[in-house]
């Protein structure tokens, strides 16, 4: 298989415009180039379905800095080439290697540099201080053997501390750019920080950039909290916490920094999620022993049944489109998946292998349910369509749990633990292929991974 | 069987320090001296017997745990002011929320059964934790066992 395979007819997507970050498109005229007609020359593009096994050579010469930017412009540079690295599917040249500098946005490189040294693609970037003391990026990325520029050159204008946020917004446009596929980088992760002996572990609530960077802490571990999930925005977590001596479902707020125990009722709650439109969340109320779930509307703080019986019904997840949930029962006798129409009605069971399975999480992309399975003692994250077939195992270990998925659906996030009084949790990922499992970067012992959406 | 309890509370001292690199909290299995005031949490821990003991994924209560519960309720209608909180904990073979839910279980069950006993079910609340308070650290079913438990706590009154 080749890594990078050529097809006619793909197109960039215009970069979405931002608040927070100012982020524009710069057409190739600006070089004075006219786009070469489609059929004359298919462009670069690398194919993520079914796993890249040899990554995509880079070319990612040092920015062009401006005045005084020397130190930020390389940092930039180095956490794109980080993310790229990363993922998996490119590989960023050893600078060591380049016979020439990045060169200005503006001109055309001497593709010939970069011919020689195999660089499929070569990203060209600038950045500076503007007058009013804000960051100003330029980006454009080229297809070396095409010797034609890869969409439209981006800009990028933020305030000198979202630097890293300029970095993975060039990244994803690079991952766009070369798979077709929106990319992941800009994007945060929430967590539960780890720390202390094993039978009297402190387990907060923490987020952090999906690359480990910018950790921040939102319980102080006082009482044990568990689980966090994004809202739809990344604007709110839910997740719960004993602060009033039993689990209870909690919602906050991440501008205003303001916690709210969700409900009033007597009953512990927990596995909390959002729905896609972020009005709603889903959770589990425990009533005599007996588990539901139970979806509650923000605005009017309502809460409506969707399950009931004898048995443990919880971990329920929305598909993207909002019209269904998949949850885990032990109605039959053990852990299995089910689907139910959102407001409730009749489920469908649509696990079957052997052993047990929980913790399902419906794709972002819509087509694949994560899970984890259980069996002859060992804990695997897996997929399966929406309908339960096609079942596939993704990893193995002695405890692998709670997978989460990259906002653009191609990555899973999980906890792993070994055995023994001494282990703790640490969170890995893998790709929703199977390759390229490795540990996140993280500030130590983790669990519970949440990914947000791509941030705005 | 009073006489029994300790020697048997002994035994899974004994067998939580063999699997542990951690100290393990004694409060509840050291055996009581004979000077404890029968009405004092120190007695209902160590005599009465705080906890009960379930099986993988179950929350029944057999002839053991039994016998533990109708000790509890017979303490606790001698001892009328006091209230506990039931704690219902699962091993670590499990997922998280599902071990939430499976404790939650746990707990109703001892706490439905010191009702039946006839404690007034004001005086008892229940929790859950899961998986996320082991009390025996190593990874082996002997640690497990001693994890999947239902355990009454005294939330009032003086704690010696």
Redesign the interface.
Known sequence: MTTARRHSGARLRAAAGAAALIFAAFGAAAWGILPAPAAAQEPLRIEITEGVIEPMPIALPEFAPGAGAEGIAQEVRAVIAADLTGSGLFRVIDPNAYLAPGGSVDARPAFENWRVINAEALGVGELGYGDDGRLSARFQLWDVFGGQPLGQGIALRAAPGDARRIAHKIADQIHLALTGEPGYFDSRVAFVAESG?????E?RIAIMDQDGANVRYITDGRS?A??PRFSPTGESLVYIS?AT???KVVIHDLRAQRSEVLGSFPF?S??PRFSPDGGRVLM?L?D????DIFEMTLASRSLRRLTSGPA?E??PSYSPDGTQIVF?S?AGG??QLYVMPAGGGTATRISFGDGRY??PVWSPRGDLIAF?K?LG?RFHIGVMRTDGSQERLLTAS??D??PTWAPNGRVLMFFREG?????APQVWRVDATGRNLRRAAMPGAA??PSWSALLP | MNLIRPLAFGLMALGLAAC???T??TTSVAPAPQSLDPSSVAYFNAEVGDRVFFGT?R?TLDVEAQSTLRRQAAWLLDNPTRTA?IEGHAD???????N???G??????VR?FLVAEGVPAGRL?????GK????A???AESCWSLNRRGVTVMTDGPTS
């Open positions: 002996p094993k039978n009297a572990r387990k044990l568990l689980t004993w001596g039993v689990p512990m927990f596995a589990s425990s005599g022993g007996n588990t443990i919880t971990a885990e032990d053990a852990q929980g913790t984890t259980m003692g002695w405890l749990e709670a055995p023994g009084a001494a282990s669990s519970d | 542990s690199t951690n393990p909290e994924d929350s909180v670590e073979r499990g997922t998280r929320e599902y939430l839910a499976l939650a279980r746990r707990a109703s069950a439905n609340s229940s929790v859950t934790f996320e308070r082991p009390e650290l190593c990874s």
